[in-house]
């Protein structure tokens, strides 16, 4: 009998300072009308300066576990997908851990960027179905504020800050009902990693640095490599793309998801959209627009949901799982 990672609750959290198109108009040369057009977003939140990534984690988490009617003791496993840790070490999952008084299991980062949550979402299902770990906290949380340049508006326009959470639950396929994590697709192409990076690090400047966008080339390769990676994860699992009743992607630009959505012949209808609202909040995105999408009743139980996300490295991937 095998073991399923079930979605057994999930959370999501952003700051309250709200920064608007026409706030950013003050900063750099753009205009409302620019970021609305080229990319859908309006507006997006922004970490207080006493807000660390960990903490908008721990709010995630935190309402996550109430959804899933869990306590911090019930969790023994706590992955974070970050792009902006507190610290350059331990790794931001530690610090959840204590921060929620997780006593136990392990915890650890993940890396890929905007494609984060999907390569966190990935690797706890695997922990879950070998039986080594019970329950999984699975957080994408991000200040990404703070390695924007400000003064770039080719960049600093996207992003925003905030975080999401899944309660991963290991049960067997029995007691599942066909729910839970049904597969999943990861890929990275270093060879592109001067499309989107961030100009600083540890090893080499000592600095945090900032990120660095060739956005049109990442545009060109978004639509292609996220269509191929949602047709992959579907077609391998034996089910037909346009039988999903959700798509929750990652929210990099309206535009992107406009063009998956023409490209494998879905609905607009079955895409779950937080852009205008959040902006890009990077390995945030996709848990927090399918918490929305299920705290306002579109996703239910039993839903069959495919998530994809594209980022630095080039990273990209997609999953697929029964809600
Ligand atoms: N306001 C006004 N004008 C602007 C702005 C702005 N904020 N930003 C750029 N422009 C200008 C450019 O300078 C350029 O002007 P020029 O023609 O005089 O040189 C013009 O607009 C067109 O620039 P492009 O970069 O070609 O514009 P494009 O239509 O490609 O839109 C955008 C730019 C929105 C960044 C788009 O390319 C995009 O969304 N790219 C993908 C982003 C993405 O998916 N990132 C991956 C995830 S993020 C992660 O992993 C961290």
Redesign the pocket.
């Known amino acids: 009998m095998s073991i399923k990672a079930v979605i057994a609750g999930c959370g999501g959290y952003l700051p309250a300072t709200v920064m608007t198109n026409d706030d950013?108009s003050k900063l750099?040369?753009?205009?409302d009308e620019?970021?609305r057009e080229?990319?859908g977003i309006r507006e997006r939140h922004i970490a207080a300066e006493d807000e660390k990534t960990s903490d908008l984690a721990v709010k995630a988490a935190e309402a996550a576990l109430a959804a899933a009617g869990y306590a911090p003791q019930d969790i023994d496993l706590i992955i974070v997908a970050t792009?902006t840790p507190d610290l350059t070490f331990p790794s931001t999952a530690a610090i959840v851990q204590a921060k929620l008084g997780v006593a136990a299991g392990a915890a650890f980062d993940i890396q890929a960027?905007?494609?984060g949550f999907i390569y966190a979402l990935s690797t706890a299902e695997k922990f879950i179905a070998s039986g080594q770990y019970k329950r999984a906290l699975v957080i994408g949380a991000e200040t990404?504020s703070r390695i924007l340049d400000w003064t770039d508006?080719?960049?600093?326009?996207?992003?925003g800050d905030g975080a999401g959470a899944f309660v991963l639950e290991g049960m067997e396929e029995a007691e599942a009902g066909g729910r839970g994590v049904i597969n999943s697709y990861l890929r990275c192409d270093g060879q592109l990693v001067d499309l989107?990076y961030v100009d600083g690090g540890v090893s080499s400047t000592q600095t945090t640095g900032h990120?660095r966008?060739?956005?049109?080339k990442?545009?060109r390769e978004?639509v292609n490599r996220i269509s191929e990676a949602m047709e992959w994860v579907a077609a391998d699992a034996g089910v037909d793309i346009r039988s999903v009743d959700w798509v929750v992607p990652?929210q990099?630009?309206e535009?992107?998801i406009r063009g998956v959505v023409k490209k494998l012949d879905l609905e607009p209808e079955q895409v779950i959209s937080t852009i205008a609202g959040q902006g890009?909040t990077?390995a945030a995105s996709i848990p927090l627009a399918y918490c929305q999408a299920v705290g306002d009743g579109r996703i239910k139980p039993g839903d069959l949901v495919l998530l994809e996300g594209?980022?630095?490295?080039?990273?990209w991937g997609a999953a697929l799982l029964r809600a």
């Open positions: 950013l750099v040369d753009t205009s620019w970021i080229r990319t792009t960027v905007c494609t990404f508006r080719g960049t600093c326009v996207l992003f989107l990120v966008m060739q956005g049109n990442v545009f978004a990652h990099a630009n535009r992107i890009n990077s594209m980022g630095g490295g080039l990273t």
